[in-house]
């Protein structure tokens, strides 16, 4: 199969496509020929060998956690879904990528709505997942009706964290840089400005308070939402490594044991199908210029996704 891939860590460049073996669906798994595919951080940071598992990656590699496609191959065990499928999720985390390939290999996915488009579907996988179980564990749920306070909402996981949680009955306020306004406005929040004096630009908003707080940026605000909450219970991160350290509980998706979010996909489908939830697209490349997508998902500002579009890798394949 054709693919996207590096073979030495680098910048943008070092991404060709080029010839891989196809992977195959493991018990539990489906194969999926692939419409479209997200670019994460992870793939960034995998890319440019900075990443922890770097030592233990092997080369070449094939990026991508996300994608979106047609199933054509179920594994042992794979229930709900038979060849012909249109899904979207996530691969299989200890192959650490491999989504934007002719074929690709989702540990989790959900039936495609048809209110997402590819690129959408093709980008929301970890997001969503990501957003779910960051929610679960601050414990936003219907009824509660928090005020939830997402440092870091115009990026993948803060455009899609912001429109579930609205969707799960939170008042939110969410940060992005000066003229991210009206972006954020669209997805449901009430928007600030990111950076230092976060917690006194909250207060001038006149919220009476904030219940809640969600760090997706890790940008070193986690002082001031611990201020702004009262307390370290109510902050989690997801990219702050030093959270712990303070008592504010970090949510990774790799911590063995903790329940993940995987459940999300399929309400954010029905979300979708409701109207009440998108994925905001900020830029669609071909696979050939999958160095252009790294290049643009690494520069900000940041409106939602990346996608690289890998329809071209499939020729012939229904569209
Ligand atoms: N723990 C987990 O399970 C998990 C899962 C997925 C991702 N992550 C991590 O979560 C982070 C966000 O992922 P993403 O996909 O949303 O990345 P992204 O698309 O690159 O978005 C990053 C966001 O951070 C904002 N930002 C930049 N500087 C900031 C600052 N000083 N204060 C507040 N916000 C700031 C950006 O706004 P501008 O572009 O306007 O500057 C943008 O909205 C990454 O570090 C990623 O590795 C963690």
Same mark, same amino acid.
Not at 67 to 81: H, K, P, T
């Given at each position: 199969?054709?693919?996207?891939?590096?073979?030495?860590?680098?910048?943008?460049?070092?991404?060709?496509?080029?010839?891989?073996?196809?992977?195959?669906?493991?018990?539990?798994?489906?194969?999926?020929? $692939?419409?479209?595919? *997200?670019?994460?951080? $992870? +793939?960034?940071?995998?890319?440019?060998?900075?990443?922890?598992?770097?030592?233990?990656?092997?080369?070449?590699?094939?990026?991508?956690?996300?994608?979106?496609?047609?199933?054509?191959?179920?594994?042992?065990?794979?229930?709900?879904?038979?060849?012909? +499928?249109?899904?979207?999720?996530?691969?299989?985390?200890?192959?650490?990528? *491999?989504?934007?390939?002719?074929?690709?290999?989702?540990?989790?996915?959900?039936?495609?709505?048809?209110?997402?488009?590819?690129?959408?579907?093709?980008?929301?996988?970890?997001?969503?997942?990501?957003?779910?179980?960051?929610?679960?564990?601050?414990?936003?749920?219907? @009824?509660?009706?928090?005020?939830?306070?997402?440092? *870091?909402?115009?990026?993948? $996981?803060?455009?899609?964290?912001?429109?579930?949680?609205?969707?799960?009955?939170?008042? $939110?306020?969410?940060?992005?840089?000066?003229?991210?306004?009206?972006?954020?406005?669209?997805?449901?929040?009430?928007?600030?400005?990111?950076?230092?004096?976060?917690?006194?630009?909250?207060?001038?908003?006149?919220?009476?308070?904030? +219940?809640?707080?969600? +760090?997706?940026?890790?940008?070193?605000?986690?002082?001031?939402?611990?201020?702004?909450t009262g307390g370290p219970g109510s902050v989690v991160t997801l990219a702050d490594f030093t959270g712990p350290g303070? @008592?504010?509980?970090?949510?990774?998706?790799?911590?063995?044991?903790?329940?993940?979010?995987?459940?999300?996909?399929?309400?954010?489908?029905?979300?979708?199908?409701?109207?009440?939830?998108?994925?905001?697209?900020?830029?669609?490349?071909?696979?050939?210029?999958?160095?252009?997508?790294?290049?643009?998902?690494?520069?900000?500002?940041?409106?939602?996704?990346?996608?690289?579009?890998?329809?071209?890798?499939?020729?012939?394949?229904?569209?």
């Amino acid at each position: 199969m054709q693919a996207v891939q590096f073979d030495r860590f680098g910048p943008p460049e070092v991404l060709g496509v080029r010839s891989a073996p196809e992977p195959h669906a493991g018990p539990g798994q489906v194969r999926i020929a $692939v419409r479209a595919s *997200g670019v994460a951080p $992870v +793939d960034l940071a995998l890319r440019a060998g900075t990443s922890p598992s770097r030592d233990s990656l092997p080369l070449p590699h094939i990026p991508g956690v996300d994608a979106a496609g047609v199933v054509d191959e179920v594994g042992e065990g794979a229930e709900g879904c038979a060849p012909g +499928d249109e899904v979207f999720g996530v691969v299989d985390a200890a192959r650490l990528g *491999g989504a934007s390939a002719q074929f690709a290999v989702l540990a989790f996915w959900a039936a495609k709505p048809a209110a997402l488009s590819w690129e959408e579907a093709g980008a929301a996988g970890t997001g969503v997942e990501t957003a779910t179980r960051a929610l679960d564990v601050l414990g936003v749920r219907d @009824g509660t009706d928090p005020t939830l306070l997402i440092d *870091g909402a115009t990026g993948g $996981v803060g455009s899609i964290v912001v429109q579930l949680a609205v969707a799960r009955g939170a008042r $939110v306020v969410a940060t992005g840089r000066p003229g991210s306004e009206e972006f954020l406005t669209g997805l449901g929040a009430t928007p600030v400005p990111y950076g230092p004096g976060l917690a006194e630009r909250v207060r001038a908003l006149g919220v009476a308070r904030v +219940d809640l707080a969600l +760090d997706v940026a890790g940008a070193g605000s986690l002082g001031e939402l611990v201020a702004l909450t009262g307390g370290p219970g109510s902050v989690v991160t997801l990219a702050d490594f030093t959270g712990p350290g303070a @008592g504010v509980r970090l949510s990774t998706g790799r911590i063995g044991g903790q329940p993940d979010g995987r459940h999300g996909l399929a309400v954010a489908a029905a979300l979708a199908e409701k109207g009440l939830f998108h994925v905001p697209v900020q830029a669609v490349f071909p696979a050939v210029r999958a160095a252009d997508a790294h290049a643009a998902a690494a520069t900000g500002p940041r409106r939602g996704k990346t996608v690289l579009d890998l329809t071209a890798l499939a020729p012939g394949a229904p569209r």
